[in-house]
């Protein structure tokens, strides 16, 4: 029996002498974060092997927008929501997502837009992603994507930056589903180099391989328009070569209608 109290008291004590350390180390880790400032900023691009539209510097430059200094801020004043909202609202980044220690060490992580063409207006040049979302092109660094070239029913100032609502335009729904569509397909990704758009609405593409001029047509029934000119290359390309014709037009239902280059009389 009195070993058995022993046992109960010596367990009380241990349980006791845990319990009151869990609260002076809770206590004196609590003290350090308020007396801890943030010493350092650690910035990771994410895709930077992919694209370079952002760097280090800029993500810098960006934070010096805050009312106040990061470094030799409090840890517990540092707010992170409003870290990640001015930097989503910068240049190219799409997120960004911020985090501190208790040791003072600020981290912070970019993840930049990925663009799926390249707008040239009078005005301005600006990228589009996937999102319908339009940041203005940067001399720092170009993605190889279609450049879209021509009148397009659209107007935007040098330097916006964000959502390009193309519901009211039929038009330019068009269009985007053109883009859409190129840049789910490997193939036309990495074959279409431009995409002009004349005065009456029609698009002409242009290739990286071959010279030929492709009449698209009106921004409709894309997938069809897509498999006829996959055809050309599949079939008539290596028949005729690549630089027998000056034009392939797609606008034609169930056919495909192909101009020959004239010959050079000697």
């Not at 180390?25 to 609590?30: F, I, K, L, N």
């Not at 009312?67 to 909202?85: A, C, R, Y």
């Not at 989503?88 to 799409?94: D, F, K, R």
Request: proline share 4%.
């Amino acid at each position: 029996m009195f070993r058995r109290i022993l046992a109960i008291t010596g367990l009380s004590l241990v349980i006791l002498l845990a319990a009151g350390y869990l609260v002076v180390a809770e206590r004196m880790t609590r003290q350090h974060q308020e007396r801890q400032v943030c010493q350092h900023i650690d910035i990771t691009i994410a895709d930077s092997l992919e694209h370079q539209f952002v760097s280090r510097q800029d993500v810098t430059n960006y934070l010096r927008l805050l009312p106040e200094p990061l470094i030799g801020k409090h840890i517990s004043q540092v707010d992170l929501h409003q870290l990640e909202t001015l930097l989503e609202s910068q240049g190219a980044i799409n997120h960004a997502n911020a985090a501190i220690d208790c040791s003072g060490n600020l981290s912070i992580r970019i993840h930049q837009r990925q663009p799926i063409a390249r707008w040239l207006t009078q005005q301005s040049s600006f990228y589009i992603d996937s999102d319908e979302f339009c940041f203005p092109w940067s001399s720092q660094f170009t993605a190889h994507v279609p450049i879209i070239t021509g009148p397009l029913p659209i107007r935007l100032d040098p330097g916006y930056r964000g959502i390009l609502n193309s519901s009211n335009n039929r038009q330019m729904e068009g269009i985007i589903q053109v883009i859409q569509y190129i840049h789910e397909h490997p193939f036309w990704e990495a074959q279409i180099q431009e995409i002009h758009v004349e005065e009456n609405g029609n698009l002409l593409l242009f290739t990286r391989v071959g010279d030929q001029i492709i009449r698209f047509g009106k921004p409709e029934a894309i997938a069809t328009k897509f498999r006829k000119l996959l055809s050309f290359y599949k079939e008539i390309v290596p028949l005729d070569g690549w630089n027998a014709y000056s034009e392939v037009d797609l606008r034609f239902q169930d056919q495909i209608v192909c101009t020959r280059k004239k010959q050079k009389k000697r």
